[in-house]
T-cell receptor, first 113, second 114 residues
Framework: SQELEQSPQSLIVQEGKNLTINCTSSKTLYGLYWYKQKYGEGLIFLMM?????EEKSHEKITAKLDEKKQQSSLHITASQPSHAGIYLCGADIKSSGTYKYIFGTGTRLKVLA | EAQVTQNPRYLITVTGKKLTVTCSQNMNHEYMSWYRQDPGLGLRQIYYSMNVEVTDKGDVPEGYKVSRKEKRNFPLILESPSPNQTSLYFCASSWDRGYNSPLHFGNGTRLTVT
């Protein structure tokens, strides 16, 4: 089973609508990262969250990490076609005493103009 | 400009013909890693390197080799490619692999093995 579950798998929204993508783990997330990938291209780092309850914003994108550090959400306000792409969460978890970096399977976002 | 550079971007080859995908970073990062991305399977780690001359297997290392002779370069070698290695490959680097160190990715190499 996936250690980092992302939902939804895909999302189609009308331009101007708000949307939320979730990233959940059964383990403590020591560092939580959000990336955006344009189709067939590299991943671009968006934001990093470290502390429980932390929230960061950049332009119209807000990311939060819950107090228990097991769930993060990415919220896009007033979506635009430029927001389209694949959003992936990545996280550091502890496995057998060492940090391991894992990824969610991604959320494919399409924004209709 | 700080970046991770992968080459080539696209590669079509035949089964058994050795190939190398190059990766170079100009950020003096200690940690480098290779991933493959396949539909429905997400990003899976192939090999990683904590520093020069230090490499280790990731989750899917079979059929691949790496080397880290210099800090900036981390080539991925497929000695005898097979069709199941057709995939989108990414090289990534970060300051270290403790935690709270985001990965910086290259633009990817799309490999097709026929």
């Amino acid at each position: 089973s996936q250690e980092l579950e992302q939902s939804p798998q895909s999302l189609i929204v009308q331009e101007g609508k708000n949307l939320t993508i979730n990233c959940t783990s059964s383990k403590t997330l020591y560092g939580l990262y959000w990336y955006k990938q344009k189709y067939g291209e590299g991943l671009i780092f968006l934001m990093m969250l470290q502390k429980g309850g932390e929230e960061k914003s950049h332009e119209k994108i807000t990311a939060k990490l819950d107090e228990k550090k097991q769930q993060s959400s990415l919220h896009i306000t007033a979506s635009q076609p430029s927001h389209a792409g694949i959003y992936l969460c990545g996280a550091d978890i502890k496995s057998s005493g060492t940090y391991k970096y894992i990824f969610g399977t991604g959320t494919r976002l399409k924004v209709l103009a | 400009e700080a970046q991770v550079t992968q080459n080539p971007r696209y590669l079509i080859t035949v089964t058994g013909k050795k190939l190398t995908v190059t990766c170079s970073q100009n950020m003096n990062h200690e940690y480098m890693s290779w991933y493959r991305q396949d539909p429905g399977l997400g990003l899976r780690q192939i090999y990683y390197s904590m520093n020069v001359e230090v490499t280790d297997k990731g989750d899917v290392p079979e059929g691949y080799k790496v080397s880290r002779k210099e800090k900036r370069n981390f080539p991925l070698i497929l000695e005898s490619p097979s069709p199941n290695q057709t995939s989108l490959y990414f090289c990534a680097s970060s300051w270290d692999r403790g935690y709270n160190s985001p990965l910086h990715f290259g633009n990817g190499t799309r490999l097709t093995v026929t």
